[in-house]
C-alpha cells in the first residue's frame, strides 16, 4: 500500500499509472477517516469493481460551520491505515489542509450547492456545509482521476447532492451509492457512535425501529406520508428528534409514497449526540 501526502506525488503517480493500464478502472472512497465498518464496505466495493483502490483520509475544513469544532473532529491516522492496509487499499491519500487548499480562502474557487438541495434538511442547519463538501469531493476527483467513487447512503443529502454536481458539470465519474451499514441491533454506524454510553445506544435504536414501523406500514399497502410520519414520530418518543419526513430524490416533501424515489429521512439526538439514519423506498 502507497501513502501520499502531497498532491504532486499523487498526480504524479495516476498519470504514469493510466499511461500504463489506460482502461484499468481507478476507485475512490474519499473519507475523513475515523474508519469503521461502514467505510470497509465503501473499500471493499471500491476493490471489488475497480482496478486501483485509493482511500482519502481528510478531515475537510470548509464543511465545519461557525458552530461546529473542527478541532476535536476525530482522527485516528495509525488505526486508519491499518484498516486500509489489512482490506488491501492500493493507495492512501492523506494530504495536510495546505495541500488541498494552497490558497488563501479569498482566491479560492468556491461552490454554490443547487439551491433547492441545500435550503433543507440538514443544510438548513448546518448553513454553508454542502458548498464546502462540493468544494472539497471535487477536489479528490480531479486529483486521483478517478473512474468510480464510492458512498454511503446513509448520507442521503449529501449522496444526492454529490450526484448532481457530476451530472450538472458533466463529470466523468460514476458515482456508486452504497448500502447503509449497521450494528447487530440495528443502528447506523457512525463515527458519532463512540460518544454514546451503552445506555445511549439502546436509545438510539428508536431511530432505525422508526424507519422499521415506516416501512411494514408501506408493506401493509399505507401510501399516505402523514400517517407514516406520524407513527415514525411515535417510535421516537423519549428522543429530541429534529426531523422525520419523505422526500423524493430532489429532497422535495411527498404526499405519497412512490416506488423508487420515495426516501423516509430522520435525525434525532440522544445524549447530546446528533444520528441521521434514512430508508430509500
Known sequence: MLVFTKRKELQD????YKVKNPTNLIGLVPTMGALHNGHLSLIEACIKECNLSIVSIFVNPTQFGANEDFSKYPRKEEADLNVCQKAGVDIVFMPKI???YPLKEEFQTTFNAPQSMVNVLE?????GHFNGVLQVVSKLFFLTQANKAFFGKKDAQQLL???KMVEDLF???EIVPCPIVRSNEG???????VYLSDEGRKEALKISN???VAMRLIMQ???????IIEAGLKALEGLEVEYFVIVDRSLQNQAKIQKDSTLILVVARVEGVRLLDNLWI
Open 210 to 212: 422508526s424507519l422499521n
Open 171 to 173: 463529470l466523468p465519474i
Open 98 to 100: 495546505e495541500e488541498v
Open 123 to 127: 443544510g438548513k442547519v448546518r448553513p
Open 221 to 227: 399497502g399505507e401510501i399516505e406520508s402523514e400517517k
Open 161 to 163: 447532492i454529490i450526484q
Open 13 to 16: 503517480f495516476i498519470k504514469d
Open 187 to 193: 443502528l447506523a454506524l457512525s463515527s458519532r457512535n
